[in-house]
């Protein structure tokens, strides 16, 4: 970063001791006008030691995350589902979107996120932003006129298990590279980049470049199997990804159906340049390789309560992510992520509330003791 005068420095110091601090308030500390301050402001902005208008002290790199912030609308049948008739259910409505559970998972474990996405001027969007407070920032989030904010309806058989699911997702068609074009001091400050593959291929081949030109760390997220086809075909530059099986057959046209066949489509992956590979099996667990040469293989936690399944994959990812910043050997890592994904399979939330470094930590020693 470019050095800084005084009247910087300390205008700096004003804002790290409180962001919320007004700019007459800075002008009359420092005792010049309030253009003065402003110029100050912008100053420490081109400089990258403030983060945009909302004066984020760029004191840690955040995590950012880009792609779907959704309202869920879950609607839990009470018997076995029956197609073409009504079915007694009910239905609860929270936040969602694969990129932001992601992001309010590391920001429950103690991690600086900022999320992108783009929404409409309503009353979803301004319920994501309550529910999430806390959290992510959602400052670089960008509003359109004329876009409905991304919805997910899920309905659930009474086991708890996915029957169908019913997305409106259009708004992320618009979270094209000139909106991003517009965020490149975030992303140049980014810990890492987290992508969910809600964004167009076009916005996910820009993050490549971007990633590979500013030596960042670069995440892709699927998301599901139809979203599979926004996949760049050359992944050079990738830092991870993380894919179920579903993903990566029909990506790359084949059945996975044995641990071998297992082994062979999570090194196809690594051929196409990505750095280190996770593919889930559900019940059959989690296999993870890596350009170094490393494989790893973390068995599925069975559970006897499970409540809801939804945001299992996220709470997964996040913990990956989790993992891999804290440096963890990768069997530690696939431990921990495959742990948050069954308590949250076991929790009514899609982003479970008791989630903490400390909490996943102490459940972490209760299955190494034995007791889960």
């Known amino acids: 970063m470019k050095k800084l005068n005084a009247n ?33 402001i912008s100053s420490l902005v081109e400089k990258n030691y403030l983060l945009g208008k909302a004066y984020i002290v760029n004191s840690q790199e955040p995590i950012v995350a880009i792609g779907g912030a959704n309202v869920d609308r879950k609607i839990y049948s009470k018997e ?26 590391l920001g429950r474990l103690g991690w600086n996120v900022s999320m992108v996405t783009i ?12 529910e999430s407070e806390g959290f992510m920032d959602f400052s670089y989030s960008t509003q ?30 618009h979270l094209l590279p ?22 167009p291929k076009e916005t996910l081949e820009y ?29 050079t530059g990738l830092t991870w990804l993380i894919t179920n099986q579903d993903e990566s057959e029909t990506f790359f046209k084949q059945t996975i159906d044995s641990g071998v066949s297992w082994e062979n489509c999570a090194k196809k ?17 989690v296999l993870a390789v890596n350009q170094n040469g490393e494989t790893a293989y973390q068995a599925a936690f069975k559970s006897e309560k499970v409540v809801d399944v939804t945001g299992a994959g996220d709470a997964f990812c996040s913990a990956v992510i989790d ?4 440096e963890l050997p990768l069997e530690k890592t696939l431990e921990q992520a495959t742990l948050n994904a069954l308590k949250t399979v076991e929790s009514e939330y899609t982003v479970r509330p008791e989630l903490t470094k400390n909490q996943l930590i102490k459940e972490i020693q209760a299955i190494t003791q034995g007791e889960i």
């Open 323 to 326: 993992g891999w910043l804290n």
């Open 8 to 40: 910087e420095e300390r205008v700096l110091a004003l804002i790290s001791e409180n962001p919320f601090i007004s700019q007459l308030e800075i002008a009359a500390k420092i005792q010049l006008s309030r253009s003065a301050a402003a110029n100050i």
């Open 207 to 235: 993050l490549l470049h971007f990633a590979n030109t500013n030596n960042k760390p670069l995440i892709f997220i699927p998301v599901s199997s139809p979203k599979i086809r926004n996949l760049p075909q050359d992944l």
């Open 80 to 105: 076995k589902i029956q197609a073409h008739t009504s079915n007694p259910a009910n239905s609860s409505q929270s936040v969602g979107g694969v990129a932001r559970n992601i992001a309010e998972n």
């Open 178 to 199: 000139e909106v991003l074009v517009q965020k490149e001091k975030l992303l140049q400050s980014a810990k890492c980049i987290v992508a969910d593959l809600n964004s």
């Open 269 to 285: 992956w690594l051929t196409l340049g990505v750095e280190n590979v996770i593919i889930t099996r559900g019940c059959e667990g």
């Open 119 to 130: 929404a409409g001027f309503d009353a979803d969007f301004n319920f994501i932003k309550k």
């Open 144 to 173: 359109m006129e004329m876009v409905a904010t991304g919805s997910y309806t899920a309905i659930l058989e009474d086991d708890g298990s996915l029957f169908v699911a019913l997305a409106d997702m259009d708004a992320y068609q």
